[in-house]
């Protein structure tokens, strides 16, 4: 902990130290990248406008300028920061991939994939850039090219886990299940406390019918993260379906806990307590999920059932 202060310390010293030793354009535009681990954006964008009244050529200025005004959600204009960097260096990678990034924010997917291409052109075995090129051709609706980006970032990296997690969401959209839950296996492997892919699993295994191993991979997703208020509601539903109607309340009083607004989850708790008779209880909570959501019609019929068994 002591080491981490020190060092800490030492981090901010350089960052309030620099600017005074700046002499030229690279000084400033290292002092903008210290400022910018800092996370302090606009501070790092002062420098990078003064590295650039300096050298107005410098495409390390351009391209961390960008990045500091995409960090601030500034894509458009980052976009226009990333092109100036590469009309002085074409082959400056780092400015192609930030570019495709922000793109993909604009919702530009088509241009979005042109950038990681002449990224992957100069650093063909980046396996962010295959990722977020398979991502972006989802969005397409591009299946087969986005599958093909996942497995060339697995056949570059066995290990990439987020890009055995994606492929499998994709595969899981598909209907294609098996291949999926093959995924999420490899993710489990590297990652055997990774929670979501626990949750993705339990959702394939649910999909296929097979609901006892799907409760099985919701309860380890809540054992590794007992808030995960996703895998406390699919417990649930699994549940309510295997008639295990006690555990199924638990697990929805456990997202209520959590999550005290969810809807979903008052209305279907009570469901599963008009179904046991306490109909006095299920109105308690169709009252509840429409004060949240006025409009929820299921919270109504469950409203009217109750008033309808009291009278």
């Known amino acids: 902990m002591k080491i981490k202060i020190i060092l800490l310390i030492f981090i901010m010293f350089l960052i309030l130290a620099l600017p005074a030793f700046a002499q030229n354009s690279s000084d400033w535009t290292l002092t903008g990248i210290n400022f910018m681990k800092a996370s302090r954006y606009s501070d790092a964008i002062e ?20 990045v500091a005004l995409s960090k601030l959600e500034k894509y458009q204009d980052a976009i226009q920061c990333y092109d100036n960097s590469l009309k002085t260096n074409p082959n400056f990678s780092y400015a192609w991939f930030n570019k495709g990034i922000a793109l993909g924010k604009l919702g530009r997917p088509v241009d979005e994939i042109l950038c ?29 090219d986005a599958i093909s980006s996942y497995d060339m970032a697995i056949k570059i990296d066995p290990n990439f886990s987020d890009a055995w997690y994606d492929k499998g969401l994709l595969l899981s959209s598909c209907s294609r299940y098996y ?22 699993k339990a959702i394939l295994f649910e999909k296929s019918g097979r609901l006892i191993e799907a409760m099985d991979y919701y309860s380890r997703a809540v054992e590794i993260d007992s808030y995960f208020t996703e895998a406390w509601y699919n417990k649930a539903r699994v549940l309510y379906q295997l008639q295990r109607y006690d555990e199924a309340l638990a697990c929805y009083d456990k997202v209520i806990q959590i999550k005290p607004n969810s809807v979903e989850a008052w209305h279907d708790k009570g469901v599963i307590l008009y179904q046991k008779g306490r109909y006095n209880e299920a109105l308690k909570c169709a009252y509840q999920a429409l004060s949240l959501d006025p409009n929820y019609e299921k919270a109504k019929q469950l409203r009217d059932a109750c008033l309808a068994e009291l009278q």
């Open 47 to 66: 420098c990078f406008q003064k590295a650039l009244k300096l050298d107005k050529s410098n495409p390390e200025a351009w391209c961390y300028w960008g």
């Open 116 to 144: 990681y291409d002449r990224f992957l052109k100069l650093e063909p075995k980046s396996t962010e850039a295959w990722l977020n090129r398979g991502a972006a051709f989802e969005k397409l609706g591009r299946v087969d």
């Open 179 to 200: 291949e999926a839950i093959k995924c999420f296996d490899k993710v489990l492997q590297l990652k055997p406390r990774d929670a979501g892919a626990c949750n993705q």
